[in-house]
Each structure stands twice: as structure tokens, then as C-alpha cells.
Nanobody, 127 residues
Framework: QVQLVESGGGSVQAGGSLRLSCAAS????????MGWFRQAPGKEREGVGI????????YYANSVKGRFTVSRDDAKNTVYLQMTNLKPEDTAMYYC????????????????????WGQGTQVTVSS
């Protein structure tokens, strides 16, 4: 079973926080690299943050460093994206993705390197 289901999105004022969850199937959760990507209307999908098996290594887009944190809970087969100090430019559909065969340090943040995708959860940040 290959499955990724995102949740936790919503509307928040600038400066607020949200925590997104990605519930994965057992097979998908075993991927060597998992992470979060986002796509705003009319813009290309971009990598936000990724995490390897065992909780590391992690990599983040420059635009979110110091504000977003990717983590995982192996007991729940769940990957999280903790977002703090949200800005209007963070508004986007956020997707969870997985890459089964290569580690994060090889793949990087390019969306085309990831094979499995969830349906997304909307995050809207108002000024």
C-alpha cells in the first residue's frame, strides 16, 4: 500500500503557527527520504523541508529556515511540519512526499525527485 494523507492546514494570521501532519502507509513511511512541498496558485511546486529515516538528516529551503521544522514519529508512521512565524508568502497547498530509493542528501529539495505524493492540505496566512 502506497499512501500519504496530509492534515492540519487552515487559515491563520501572520506571525501565527500551524502543525501539519502526514500519515503514511507502512511501506511509504520506510522511504529513505520524506518531506514537505508547497505550491501557490500560478507558481511552481517547491521543496520546503525533508527528513531522512531515523529523524535525520534534515534540509530546509532558505525561505523557511529558522521558522519551519520537519520531524517524524516512527510509532505513528507520521511526518510533521511545524510552522512558526508564518508569513503571507507561506500561503500555499502543502504536500507530503516520499522517495523510497535514495537518501535526502542525494535527492535534495527538488520535487521531481520524489515518487509518492499526498493530496495536499491548504495553508492560508493573512496579513
Amino acid at each position: 500500500q502506497v499512501q500519504l494523507v496530509e492534515s492540519g492546514g487552515g487559515s491563520v494570521q501572520a506571525g501565527g503557527s500551524l502543525r501539519l501532519s502526514c500519515a503514511a502507509s507502512e511501506y511509504t513511511y520506510s522511504s529513505k527520504c520524506m518531506g514537505w512541498f508547497r505550491q501557490a496558485p500560478g507558481k511552481e511546486r517547491e521543496g520546503v523541508g525533508i527528513i531522512g529515516t531515523g529523524g535525520g538528516p534534515t534540509y530546509y529551503a532558505n525561505s523557511v529556515k529558522g521558522r519551519f521544522t520537519v520531524s517524524r514519529d516512527d510509532a505513528k508512521n507520521t511526518v510533521y511540519l511545524q510552522m512558526t512565524n508564518l508569513k503571507p508568502e507561506d500561503t500555499a497547498m502543502y504536500y507530503c512526499a516520499a522517495a523510497p530509493s535514495q537518501p535526502c542528501q542525494v535527492l535534495g529539495l527538488g520535487p521531481s525527485e520524489y515518487h509518492y505524493w499526498g493530496q495536499g492540505t491548504q495553508v492560508t496566512v493573512s496579513s
